[in-house]
């Protein structure tokens, strides 16, 4: 980065990394506890370790709509029960089936943002990022 004066502050500009330069590689939050990896609406934002035939469970409140991984490769849905619009409890499950980055993520859903003309409540949008290790 190169720092330049601006009147008393430091404005400080990235700089572009060099060709084959790798980048930094991101730091889990959570460390790898079992086989079985439970995340909540408090989670998003973190980062969790799994490593290839792990679980990892998403348990979100019922105005949330089914969770998707992306890229698919690292992680696979296996089930989903509940959320938007059931009214019940959000529980959906990933395997991890290779190794990779992906991250998964949610956002809440109403009937009233379907509706015309649409409500304007705030969407809540949910991710956690997760590394899988073989």
Known sequence: MTPEASGSATLVTPQPLASGTPRPRPTPTHQRQSAKTVVTEQDAG????????????????????????????????????????????????FRAQAAGRADV??????????????????????TVHVIVTR
Request: proline share 11%.
């Open 46 to 93: 973190s980062t969790f370790e799994l490593r290839v035939g792990d679980t990892l469970e998403v348990r979100l409140p019922s105005e949330y709509t089914t969770p998707a991984a992306h890229p698919a490769g690292p992680l696979v849905r296996v089930s989903s029960t509940g959320g938007y619009p059931s009214g019940a409890p959000l529980v959906a499950t």
């Open 105 to 126: 993520d949610s956002s809440t859903d109403a009937q009233c943002l379907h509706a015309t003309p649409a409500c304007m409540i705030p969407q809540r949008l949910w």
